[in-house]
Nanobody, 125 residues
Framework: QVQLVESGGGLVQPGGSLRLSCAAS????????ITWFRQAPGKEREGVLC???????YEAESVKGRFTISRDNAKHTVYLQMNRVEPEDTAVYYC???????????????????WGQGTQVTVSL
């Protein structure tokens, strides 16, 4: 059974840091692309950062220079390192998987076949 499980969310003060994890299981081989999305109340789900198995990364302008993405293939886990967080980063964060290599638009939610349940990140004093 394919599964993505996010963890690491919580409450963080503005300017602080947080690391989210996305653990993948049930896939028969390394997943081609994993992307972190987020969705704030009343807003559309937006792509934050994407990493592919051939080493490419893609990021949203809103997090450039603050967030980074990495993957540990041995642990089947992708990390989202969030630094210098802002109140506008408050959202539910989801990871999504595209198992097989093909051309895709990384920031478009319908491109992905599998989703985690999400983890809440709240940036507040």
């Amino acid at each position: 059974q394919v599964q993505l499980v996010e963890s690491g969310g919580g409450l963080v003060q503005p300017g602080g840091s947080l690391r989210l994890s996305c653990a993948a299981s049930g896939f028969t081989s390394d997943v081609y692309a994993i992307t972190w999305f987020r969705q704030a109340p009343g807003k559309e789900r937006e792509g934050v950062l994407c990493i592919t198995s051939d080493g490419n990364t893609y990021e949203a302008e809103s997090v450039k220079g603050r967030f980074t993405i990495s993957r540990d293939n041995a642990k089947h886990t992708v990390y989202l390192q969030m630094n210098r967080v802002e109140p506008e980063d408050t959202a539910v964060y989801y990871c999504a998987a595209l198992p097989n290599k093909r051309r895709f638009f990384w920031g478009i939610a319908v491109e992905y076949d599998y989703w985690g349940q999400g983890t809440q990140v709240t940036v507040s004093l």
